[in-house]
């Protein structure tokens, strides 16, 4: 098993956060990283720099040694061009760039946002065509590209997540097809850290739901990972919880689908 320090960018967030615990709990030595600052106790073995994704130089020394960049940080929601372009675009590159230069693997936080505009009948795999819904889903695409160059180029190992919905609870009726809980999460990044090789390839990152139908095929068995919980529990509550948007109910990004929708 890679037992060399993990670096987590995106540290300070929600998901962040809860890594951060799991991967402390489990003995791994972090280094955590955020522009903004990390709001709990630093548990055992973790320390926290503030950091700037823009900060080449500054990303380049914090990784001197790790053997694995987790990599959450940057804009999580769609926003206007201008704010995806620095965090999630120029600091990716200096992500991949510091993987090069220690070896590292890159597990890459993408979206279910940059396949957005498959329409829900379908059942996609995870060779299918990236259908961004926004600029944050398209900056997730880009992610993953520059993953399969950096794998081509210069043998950098990345696991992509596309991320359905990674909440304590799925709260509308699209969450119990997207839905992935933060146990199974947690269970993921362990096995993408500790697996032998990952090569450069995609996981859904979708809970055992019944009514996730949409996503297929991907690498999970390289990982050896299988989801556990459900969200088939929450379906009484949830089910006509729906958005009341016909743009929204037909593709799978929903929501985001519909901000600044002009078509
Ligand atoms: C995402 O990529 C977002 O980061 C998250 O806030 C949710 O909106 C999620 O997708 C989703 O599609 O439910």
Known sequence: MNVKPILLTG???????MLTKALAAEGFSLRLTD???????????AKFTR??????VGLLRLAEGCGTILHFGGVSV?????EVLGPNIRGLYHVYEAARREGARVVFA???HSIGFHERT?????DCDFLPDGFYGLSKAYGELMGRLYWHKHGVESVFIRIGSAFPEPVDARMLATWLSFPDLARLIHRCVAAETVGCGVVWGASKNERMTWWGKD??????????????TFAGQLAGKLSGDPVAERYMGGGFCTIDYSR
């Open 11 to 17: 540290a300070s967030g929600n998901l962040g956060r």
């Open 78 to 82: 769609e926003r206007p061009f201008e």
């Open 219 to 232: 690498a999970r068995a390289t990982l050896g990972w299988e989801p556990q919980d459900s969200a088939d």
């Open 110 to 112: 993408s979206s279910n």
């Open 35 to 45: 522009i903004a600052p990390f709001p709990d106790p630093l548990p055992a073995g």
């Open 122 to 126: 379908e059942t996609i795999d995870a």
């Open 51 to 56: 950091l700037d994704l823009n900060d080449g």
